[in-house]
């Protein structure tokens, strides 16, 4: 999946990374509760990110959602995404979204595959639809 940021990012492992495309795909399995992710900045390949992989117990969304953050000092953290499965979503928590204040970030639509993250102060965490 693909989100179009219009701030700079940090991923979990600290890499720090400018406004661009966001790119999210899943690896493979390392273990039956976790997952390795290939992430790409400006289709440039940046980190092989480690999750823990759920299922969502309410209704799954119509498209797959990104969980972002902002810490106090405006920039943002990417927390994990959510895969529709059938009736239920795959979450993959690459962060703990309570790891450092309640500020995030807004988001809105963008396109086909995209969502722009802007400052806001929605309650956490932040979810920004896309589309496969």
Request: overall charge positive; charged content about 20%; proline content about 11%.
């Given at each position: ?42 289709g440039?390949?940046v ?26 000092n ?39 595959g ?9 309650p ?9």
């Amino acid at each position: 999946m693909t989100v179009r940021l219009v701030d700079p990012l940090e991923l979990p492992d600290g890499s720090v990374h400018g406004a661009g495309t966001l790119t999210l795909c899943t690896a493979r399995s390392f273990s039956p509760v976790a997952r390795l992710h290939q992430v790409s900045v400006d289709g440039m390949p940046v980190a092989v990110l480690l999750s823990r992989m759920g299922v969502s117990e309410g209704p799954a969304p119509r498209d797959p959602l990104v969980t972002f953050r902002r810490d106090r000092n405006g920039r943002l953290h990417l927390v994990g995404y959510a895969w529709p499965a059938g009736r239920r979503s795959q979450t993959y928590l690459l962060q703990d979204p309570r790891a450092s204040g309640p500020e995030v970030a807004s988001a809105e639509t963008a396109g086909p595959g995209t969502s722009v993250a802007r400052a806001g102060h929605d309650p956490p965490p932040l979810l920004a639809a896309v589309a496969p």
